[in-house]
């Protein structure tokens, strides 16, 4: 009871969600991600415990990533994802030619990772350089807009999206162009940040979203607002349910999802058939 009387508190006092015209949010989500680009993993790891690798680890299990693959990996800037999927095809690909056989295809794969923040794909790409990747040829850095891609119809045999999906501005047009650029066969994938359904537990999530983490960006990225900002976007999102049904409006079938750590964490899926 102390604990809700204290959320509750906050929330009537000081935390009033900001209200965000819609031709006033694709350049506020910019100017966030701007912001924070450079701390954003570090602040992942403080503000998780460490647990968004295994989120993303279990994403990419889901995917299934296969050599020859084309992959396009959105709002993915600073490649956590995008080098998951890399070190999972190579590690597919070793263990054909340990058991004999001649994979041909690790030269063809291609993993497109997009941002529409150019600083975030600069993080990425010092990144790649670091890891002795910054000329492959199978990462391939691309500044796009996930409402308006420009990669061809039917040119992707998977699509995933962490913790983005949320920041576009219109998400129907964002699973639209998912849905568009994918092969038939192909998966979409989306990890988010979602509801916790359960009283208790929801309220301490709640405090610690709302009391512990701008506090925690205030100190580490000298920037309280942005992630303000971020825990509103989470609260604003749809429910799960609700996300699963626009997924399937977007034409997706098969469509499910899992709940990580009691909803803190959704991983939502689709094939186009």
Excluded at 92 to 101: L, S, T
Excluded at 158 to 170: K, L, P
């Amino acid at each position: 009871m102390a604990m809700r009387s204290i959320y509750r508190g906050l929330r009537r006092n000081d935390l009033r969600f900001k209200e965000v015209r819609e031709d006033e949010k694709s350049q506020m989500v910019g100017n966030v991600f701007t912001s924070v680009a450079s701390s954003y993993d570090v602040m992942n790891d403080l503000m998780s415990g460490g647990l968004h690798r295994l989120w993303k680890e279990r994403l990419v299990s889901k995917l299934n990533p296969f050599p020859g693959m084309k992959h396009l990996d959105v709002a993915g800037g600073t490649g956590d994802v995008g080098f998951r999927i890399f070190d999972s095809i190579h590690s597919v690909a070793h263990r054909a030619v340990r058991d004999g056989h001649d994979d041909n295809l690790l030269g063809e794969t291609q993993i497109f990772v997009c941002d529409i923040n150019p600083n975030m794909l600069r993080v990425g790409r010092k990144r790649a350089e670091d890891r002795g990747l910054g000329d492959n040829k199978s990462l391939v850095w691309v500044e796009g807009d996930a409402e308006k891609l420009t990669f061809g119809d039917a040119t992707m045999d998977g699509y995933t999206i962490a913790f983005g999906i949320r920041n576009v501005t219109h998400i129907e047009k964002a699973l639209a162009e998912a849905y568009r650029v994918l092969k038939p066969g192909g998966r979409f994938l989306c990890l988010g940040l979602s509801h916790v359904e359960l009283p208790i537990f929801k309220d301490l999530y709640d405090y610690y979203s709302f009391a512990v983490i701008p506090k925690v960006g205030e100190l580490v990225a000298g920037d309280r607002e942005s992630y303000q900002y971020l825990v509103e976007s989470i609260r604003r999102f749809p429910k799960q349910e609700r996300f699963a049904t626009m997924i399937e409006e977007a034409g997706f079938q098969k469509v499910e999802y899992e709940n990580l750590v009691g909803g803190v964490v959704a991983i939502h899926s689709g094939l186009k058939f």
